[in-house]
């Protein structure tokens, strides 16, 4: 059985200090910067990304740990 990662925000597999939108099949070209959120935000305002979730673990198929570097 095939685990299929979800589609989020993962840190960039091609080396760049970004994070990339994997969309649940393939790495697409949104990238955002790894930044933490800004100081004046208010409290419960949302203004980046989720925060990176792990991928599927060694040998579990397609994703983002698999993708090509």
Same mark, same amino acid.
């Given at each position: 059985?095939?685990?299929?990662? *979800? $589609?989020?925000?993962? !840190? %960039? !597999?091609?080396?760049? =200090?970004?994070?990339?939108?994997? %969309?649940?099949?393939?790495?697409? %070209?949104?990238?955002? !910067?790894?930044?933490? *959120?800004?100081?004046?935000? !208010? $409290?419960?305002?949302?203004?980046? *990304?989720? $925060?990176?979730?792990?991928? =599927? ?10 993708? =090509?570097?």
């Amino acid at each position: 059985m095939t685990t299929q990662t *979800p $589609a989020g925000w993962y !840190p %960039d !597999p091609y080396g760049s =200090p970004n994070l990339r939108w994997w %969309d649940g099949n393939q790495w697409t %070209d949104a990238t955002h !910067p790894l930044e933490p *959120p800004s100081q004046g935000a !208010p $409290a419960g305002t949302h203004t980046g *990304p989720q $925060a990176a979730q792990p991928g =599927p673990g060694v040998g579990q198929g397609t994703g983002p740990q698999g993708a =090509p570097q």
